[in-house]
């Protein structure tokens, strides 16, 4: 595998992503309009791995990071191109490194439009559109279905009591992640009859605050578990990752004013990643595009 790329006046080689100035990624997805500042790079480069390209001076022209969950599979993000070399395949050269560096994983991404042809390219094949719905949160939360269950914090410490809940709706265990996303977390769970059916995290994030990851069964669970968050947040920055285009959640989403800004395609090569089940856990709202 090549570990540099020739562009038409310069070289660029790869580096570990720890070894780069974070405020460098940050510059560098600020360039792309991306709203990654230098404690979220921090947390995705303990969450995962990554490499960075970077010039003979150290200048930041690219990056690309996976997040291992067990030996089997990985999702892939953050593959960021300065637009002076996105059309000199410094995004291909990118993805083989990441490629190469995870093995035979299972792999999935969430693509932006301007990157699809790329990841078809390379094996992936699209399954779902993930709807980026953010804006600053209604001043009056709309109203909600009645409550069926009983909604309740869960501290930090306590993360193995929604484990095997977010594996059966995730794919695979994500513990790790979870543990980390909960380090500076509000968590909220629903539980019936005892048992918890969902849970929801909310966090700083870019501009203001994610909630994700969402976790739940129903429409009207995933609403619960997103205003609860969502009443402290009034008149500020708020944002959801769902891949939810219709139905009463993205209309709940959509009356608080979180407007779709965006849309990128979840990816997927080897197994397919996502498989809903009827009345099984579903993930309503994303730990971040990079993440799934």
Not at 41 to 57: E, K, N, P
Not at 73 to 95: D, E, N
Not at 246 to 255: C, K, M, P, S, T
Request: net charge neutral.
């Amino acid at each position: 595998m090549r570990k540099s790329v020739r562009l038409k006046s310069f070289e660029l080689v790869a580096r570990d992503i720890v070894e780069v100035d974070v405020n460098l990624l940050s510059s560098l997805s600020i360039a792309v309009g991306w709203p990654h500042r230098p404690k979220d790079w921090d947390l995705l480069r303990r969450a995962g791995h990554g490499i960075v390209a970077v010039d003979g001076i150290g200048r930041v022209f690219g990056s690309a990071m996976w997040f291992p969950h067990g030996d089997d599979f990985a999702t892939i993000g953050l593959v960021i191109t300065t637009p002076r070399t996105q059309a000199q395949g410094t995004g291909r050269w990118l993805m083989e490194q990441v490629l190469e560096r995870c093995g035979n994983r299972n792999l999935s991404l969430n693509s932006t439009h301007a990157a699809d042809n790329l990841y078809v390219s390379l094996g992936f094949a699209k399954e779902a559109t993930v709807y980026q719905r953010q804006g600053e949160v209604a001043p009056t939360i709309p109203a909600v279905p009645a409550l069926d269950g009983e909604l309740s914090a869960l501290s930090s410490d306590k993360l193995e009591e929604i484990t095997a809940l977010d594996t059966r709706a995730f794919g695979t265990n994500r513990e790790k992640l979870l543990a980390l996303l909960s380090e500076n977390a509000a968590i909220c769970t629903l539980r019936r009859g005892g048992e918890i059916v969902g849970y929801s995290m909310c966090r700083e994030f870019g501009r203001g605050h994610v909630i994700g990851p969402i976790v739940a069964r129903n429409d009207h669970d995933a609403i619960h578990l997103t205003a609860v968050h969502l009443k402290g947040l009034t008149g500020r920055f708020a944002r959801v990752d769902t891949r939810e285009e219709d139905g009463i959640f993205a209309e709940f989403l959509q009356q608080s004013r979180l407007t779709v800004s965006e849309t990128v395609t979840t990816m997927s090569k080897g197994r397919p990643f996502l498989n809903r089940g009827d009345n099984e856990p579903w993930v309503y709202g994303l730990a971040g595009h990079a993440l799934g």
